[in-house]
């Protein structure tokens, strides 16, 4: 148990579908990340909220739309997917954005999106 | 570019030392990050060095020199629940992580 929580753990979804990906975090902390990870790739950085704030975003396609209510709470919005989205998608959290020491990163189990 | 290596995958028998590698070239360094990640699992942090040397943590060191932009992990007295990812990631001047592939690290008995 990190502290992250994310549903659903699993989706499978079609290219036409509209679908959200939810996390969690009960840590207190003021960051907040999604990650993509797939098979013997390096994770890759989606986007970044820092007290709500989005701080950065790596050139996501659109068809991936974050949200963030509050800093406890972190959506993924999915729509007209394609296949090669499919990966597993991690949500983080961190005492602040800043790396170092209070950088450590709480990571979720993830959400295996599966597009057909 | 900005970029981490570290081995694929690795071997190593139950009871043993096995010594993950990672090197770095990062625009700047403001300390190393490893993370261990079991298969299907979160990954969990293991360690953070920002200053040259090895730290210890139980079974699991980790040692880092900036002159020469490398990284190990070392695990001690191999335990079949050691059968993880390991994955290495270094911040960057901007506080970026930079992440490597991880090494996929399989223990037989």
């Known amino acids: 148990e990190t502290g992250v929580t994310q549903t659903p753990r699993h989706l499978v979804m079609g290219m036409t579908n509209k679908k959200s990906l939810k996390c969690e975090q009960h840590l207190g902390h003021n960051a907040m990340y999604w990650y993509k990870q797939s098979a013997k790739k390096p994770l890759e950085l989606m986007f970044v909220?820092?007290?709500?704030?989005?701080?950065e975003n790596n050139s996501v396609p659109s068809r991936f739309s974050p949200e963030c209510p509050n800093s406890s709470h972190l959506f993924l919005h999915l729509h007209t997917l394609q296949p090669e989205d499919s990966a597993l998608y991690l949500c983080a959290s961190s005492q602040d954005a800043a790396g170092g020491p209070s950088g450590e990163l709480f990571f979720g189990e993830g959400s295996r999106l599966t597009v057909l | 570019g900005q970029n981490i290596d570290q081995p694929t995958e690795m071997t190593a028998t139950e009871g043993a030392i096995v010594q993950i590698n990672c090197t770095y070239q990062?625009?700047?360094?403001?300390?190393l990050f490893w993370y261990q990640q079991h298969a299907g699992e979160a990954p969990t942090f293991l360690s953070y060095n920002v200053l040259d040397g090895l730290e210890e943590k139980g079974r699991f060191s980790s040692f880092l020199s900036r002159s020469k932009g490398y990284s190990y992990l070392l695990l001690k007295e191999l335990q079949m629940k050691d059968s993880a990812s390991y994955l290495c990631a270094a911040i960057d001047s901007n506080y970026q992580l930079i992440w490597g592939a991880g090494t996929k690290l399989i223990i037989k008995p």
């Open positions: 990062t625009s700047g360094f403001n300390g």
């Open positions: 909220y820092n007290f709500k704030e989005q701080t």
